[in-house]
């Protein structure tokens, strides 16, 4: 299983949004390094949801339903390609910006090395405290995805 971090502004599409909608399709994306990583989600790996700009923080998890296709915005460019994720749960107690780059153990992290990248890969060692930081807990996010 694979870790990814996606960002999406809380205005534009936020966590609500996400929630309401039950299954997103994660398009529009228009840098190679990230439609390299979009390309790179299989089913069933977990995504962390990450609230970018106005409240930086990552506020939920997410699972892959689909894995990636092309992106039904741009049809007649084969160039970019998207993905369709599903809410898993959201967490008790946002991560912020802020707290991540406090935690040593968090250092690398591309949220901090290429902050302005919209679809990451994360470390399993980096979701596993996030995850603690949310207060959410491995097994529950695998018990909730497989719902």
Known sequence: MNYWLVKSEPDTYGWHHFIEQGRATWDGVRNYQ????????LIGDLVLFYHSVTSPAVVG?????????????????????????EP????????TLAHIKAEPMLASISLIKQSRLSVMPVRADEFE????????TREEAKVMSEL
Do not use: Y
């Open 88 to 95: 898993v749960m959201a967490f008790e107690k946002p991560v």
């Open 34 to 41: 990230a439609r390299n990583n979009l390309k790179g989600m």
């Open 61 to 85: 998890l997410a699972t892959v339903v689909r894995s990636h296709f092309q992106d039904p915005t741009v049809p007649e460019d084969p160039r970019w390609v998207a993905v369709e994720l």
């Open 129 to 136: 405290l996030i995850l603690k930081m949310g207060q959410a």
